[in-house]
Nanobody, 125 residues
Framework: QVQLVESGGGLVQAGGSLRLSCAAS????????MGWFRQAPGKERESVAA????????KYVDSVKGRFTISRDNAKNTLHLQMNSLKPEDTAVYFC??????????????????WGQGTQVTVSS
C-alpha cells in the first residue's frame, strides 16, 4: 500500500493560480499511473487529470484543458497539479490517486487503488 498526502490548496481569486502537491510514501510510485480528482460540495467525484508512469503521457478533462498541468517527479515520489486561470467552478476538494495495476494514464477512477485525503481549493469570483 501507499500513503498519499496532498498539499497546496487554499483560497484564490478567479484568474489566479495554485500548485498542488501529492507526496507518496510506503512504496515508490515510479511504476504507477497517477491522477488528480476533485469533489465539490453536493457533487460526485470528478476525474481531472491523469499521468502515466514516466510522466510523458498526460490526459485532462475538457473543462481544465489549457489551464491545468499534471506532472510528476519520480525521484522524489511526488505528483503535482499546476492550476492556472482558476474559475469559481474549480472550487472543490482535490485528491490525488495512484494505481497499483497499470502504468497508463487514464481518466476515471476505475484503475486507482490508493487515495489521499484531499486538499481544499476555493476560488472566489
Amino acid at each position: 500500500q501507499v500513503q498519499l498526502v496532498e498539499s497546496g490548496g487554499g483560497l484564490v481569486q478567479a484568474g489566479g493560480s495554485l500548485r498542488l502537491s501529492c507526496a507518496a510514501s510506503g512504496r515508490t510510485v515510479s511504476s504507477s499511473a497517477m491522477g488528480w480528482f476533485r469533489q465539490a460540495p453536493g457533487k460526485e467525484r470528478e476525474s481531472v487529470a491523469a499521468i502515466n508512469w514516466s510522466g510523458f503521457i498526460t490526459k485532462y478533462v475538457d473543462s481544465v484543458k489549457g489551464r491545468f498541468t499534471i506532472s510528476r517527479d519520480n525521484a522524489k515520489n511526488t505528483l503535482h497539479l499546476q492550476m492556472n486561470s482558476l474559475k469559481p467552478e474549480d472550487t472543490a476538494v482535490y485528491f490525488c490517486a495512484a494505481a497499483d495495476r497499470t502504468r497508463m494514464a487514464q481518466l476515471g477512477s476505475a484503475q486507482y487503488d490508493d487515495w489521499g485525503q484531499g486538499t481544499q481549493v476555493t476560488v472566489s469570483s
